[in-house]
């Protein structure tokens, strides 16, 4: 049977990446805090709160809680993970230690005004008196961080957490004391940019020019709210082309938004870190997603920008090329191992009565031959074009004989060994289709039959 609506909409609303989750959850609070009409916001909250908590939790209202309140402005920009963050990132863990400062030392006066004025405006149902409350604390949280950082004290300072805590500390005074300019700027944008050329770069650009935007602190956060609509977010870097008016890296590096080629850099970087997690643990099923936004990414950052190999950045992308190829290079060199331990060609008196090839080892096999095909679609930007092409070349030329050998086989097998074979045959044919194609495995296949028919018959025959 189909898919209901709502099952439809719940796995649309599970394969969205985190932060688009995020930023869903933020605008229908938004909408049920206005008093809009709240009906399909709380329904959609609903299902995006068990896919975010997971089923097996309770489903307590996220906007009870007077902390996710009063750092709600952060969500978008919030990362999970060890990590290190970047310009426009906050860490989550840092969330609970400032809050817990806040209430004790900070401004513990304004904090206790606020949880009153949550519970009053609950009572009475008045949602705009709710609002009230957070933007006014929101704005004594921004002061009390501010007057801590400006005063310096080592001793007070360490009394709201580590050197984690405390890097994150002035991001969150920054876009808590800054709610309203974001906001606008929130409004300003278009809800997604799938082009991003001269026309939309206009826009951004104009919408980005507020004087309370460019400090150095508020600024990364703007752009990430700009990269968020971006369909390659690594794109962000022809607003920093465009402000500086040259490709040329050391004149954007001169301008405030050289912020956003380090950003997209760290985010390449991330993503690299990724792909070779991923890699180790043998979870392929990203990898050409992943392959193909650093191919993007990396290329992109390479033709738009007029990097010096001497440069940071410079540095920066070709060391996240060379870590890319390594992690690469390594799984594509063990691929034509492990296609040549399931091909061999054993001896019948090596092979034991009802034996087997292992069916789940090939189809890790055939998923690892998928990887070095994608891998070959964007093998020149990554640095892996040699072992790619060669490595490919080789796979093709190995399987391709080795099926047609194989074939031959199983009209000489005999009860002992068939049943190794025909498997080694189905293996075969499996590495065929990846290489070659369903047409070219469908007609090995068909040959596969008539070999064993044929065998079978002889048999009878005799």
């Known amino acids: 049977m189909g898919q209901t609506p ?13 932060q688009s989750q995020a930023l869903l959850m933020r605008e229908f609070e938004r909408a049920i805090e ?30 009870d809680d007077p902390a996710r309140l009063l750092f709600r402005p952060l969500e978008l920009f919030l990362i999970d993970g060890s990590f290190p ?38 009572e009475a149902e008045k949602s705009a008196a709710l609002e009230a409350a957070v ?31 405390l890097e994150d500390l ?34 951004v650009v104009a919408a980005l020019n507020v004087p309370a935007l460019q400090t150095p602190q508020l600024l990364p956060f703007a752009l990430s709210l700009v990269m968020e609509r971006l369909s390659a977010p690594w794109q962000i870097i022809r607003v920093a082309v465009k402000v500086a008016a040259s490709d040329d890296d050391i004149r954007v590096a001169a301008t405030p938004y050289g912020v956003a080629v380090s950003m997209a850099l760290h ?3 991330y993503l690299a870190a990724v792909l070779r997690t991923d890699i180790k643990r043998g979870q392929f099923d990203n990898v050409a997603e992943h392959l193909k936004l650093l191919h993007d990414g990396v290329r992109g950052l390479r033709t738009e920008l007029d990097l010096r190999n001497d440069s940071a950045w410079g540095k920066q992308l070709t060391s996240i090329r060379a870590e890319i190829s390594n992690a690469l290079q390594s799984e594509i060199d063990s691929v034509p191992g492990r296609v040549r331990r399931i091909l061999r060609q054993r001896p019948d008196k090596d092979i034991s009565i009802g034996s087997k090839v292992d069916s789940s080892e090939v189809e890790e096999t055939a998923a690892l ?21 060669r490595t490919y070349s080789d796979l093709q030329q190995y399987v391709e004989k080795s099926t047609e050998t194989m074939v031959q086989s199983l009209r000489a097998s005999d009860s002992k060994t068939r049943a190794y074979r025909q498997s080694q045959v189905q293996a075969a044919i499996r590495f065929c289709e990846v290489l ?24 009878r025959a005799g």
């Open 135 to 165: 933007r006014t604390f929101q704005r004594a949280a921004a002061d009390a961080i501010g007057q801590l950082l400006a005063g310096g004290d080592r001793r007070l300072l360490a009394r709201v957490g580590g050197p984690d805590v």
């Open 85 to 122: 963050r970047r310009p426009g990132q906050i860490r989550r863990a840092s969330l609970q230690p400032i809050w817990q400062w806040l209430i004790r030392d900070g401004a513990p006066g304004p904090a206790s005004d606020f949880v009153a004025a949550l519970g009053a405006a609950r």
């Open 436 to 459: 070659f194609g369903h047409d070219y495995a469908l007609l090995m296949s068909r040959a596969a039959e008539h070999a064993a028919t044929g065998e079978r018959n002889a048999s």
């Open 369 to 389: 031959i998928d990887f070095v095909a994608v891998c070959r679609t964007y093998a020149s930007e990554l640095a892996i074009n040699e072992v790619t092409l």
């Open 170 to 203: 002035q991001p969150v005074g920054a876009v808590l004391g800054a709610r309203e300019a974001m906001e606008t700027l929130d409004g300003r944008l278009p809800p997604h940019l799938r082009m991003f050329g001269e026309p939309q770069l206009g826009i």
């Open 267 to 269: 985010d390449l970087s």
């Open 6 to 18: 709502n099952e439809r909409l719940r796995d649309y609303l599970a394969q969205l990446p985190p």
């Open 34 to 63: 206005r008093g809009e009409d709240a009906t399909v916001a709380t329904f959609v909250l609903e299902e995006l709160r068990k896919i975010v908590r997971g089923a097996g939790e309770p489903a307590q209202p996220r906007t």
